[in-house]
């Protein structure tokens, strides 16, 4: 079964940066449309960044111009580059492969002063 770990989450001050990876299963990693969503407490799942097996990427409005999702086939991991953090960022965020029914346990992601 094809599966996903996150890592890279931690405490962060608002304005700084943080980098989140995700190393999924699955020899077949480069043909894989990957998302990150994120769940804060209280509230429904929320789908943050997608990046097609090509490279092309999605991004919530929320946060446009400050995330960055990108991926390296070769390590069969995928990236969320986070900057400008805000408080609102602090959620658990879940990388996930498109199609297939797995959810990982997430990394948790808290910002705060």
């Known amino acids: 079964q094809v599966q996903v770990v996150e890592s890279g989450g931690g405490l962060v001050q608002p304005g700084k940066s943080l980098t989140l990876s995700c190393a999924a299963s699955?020899?077949?990693?480069?043909?894989?449309?990957m998302e990150w969503y994120r769940q804060a407490p209280g509230k429904q799942r929320e789908l943050v960044a997608t990046?097609?097996?090509?490279?092309?990427?999605y991004y919530t409005n929320s946060v446009k111009g400050r995330f960055t999702i990108s991926r390296d086939n070769a390590k069969n991991t995928v990236y969320l580059q986070m900057n400008s953090l805000k408080p609102e960022d602090t959620a658990v965020y879940y990388c996930k492969i498109v199609g297939v029914n797995y959810w990982g346990q997430g990394t948790q992601v808290t910002v705060s002063s």
């Open positions: 699955g020899s077949i990693f480069s043909t894989y449309l």
């Open positions: 990046i097609t097996k090509s490279g092309s990427t």
